[in-house]
């Protein structure tokens, strides 16, 4: 069993930054590859990247490649990620996860979720 904490929300203004945590409690949780998506109202809970195992790979969805980077840190159990150049677009409720079996880039794939922590982005 995995436990995922996100934390590092907020509200900021375009064109601003944020860095998002989130701490992964059990054993096995460097075991996994790493996760975020994010989910705007009313619309479904998005890909945004992921991280492989040892941090060697990452992915991203085209909206956020050159302004978010995910990293890991397996020794503190802990995925980050940094957002910078923040637009509207990227308001939503980030949600980290855990373990993946098969297609990464959706949300049914995954095995262990965080509660989300919320982005808001104004202009």
């Known amino acids: 069993q995995v436990q995922l904490v996100e934390s590092g929300g907020g509200t900021v203004q375009a064109g601003g930054s944020l860095r998002l945590s989130c701490a992964a409690s059990?054993?096995?949780?460097?075991?996994?590859?790493l996760g975020w998506f994010r989910q705007a109202p009313g619309k479904e809970r998005e890909f945004v990247t992921a991280v492989s195992v040892n941090g060697g790979s990452t992915f991203y969805t085209d909206s956020v490649k050159g302004r978010f980077t995910i990293s890991r840190d397996n020794a503190k159990s802990t995925v980050w990620l940094q957002m910078n150049s923040l637009t509207p677009e990227d308001t939503a409720v980030y949600y980290c996860a855990a373990d993946p079996e098969g297609d990464y880039t959706r949300a049914r794939s995954w095995t262990y979720w965080g509660q989300g922590t919320q982005v808001t982005v104004s202009s």
């Open positions: 059990g054993h096995t949780a460097r075991n996994y590859p």
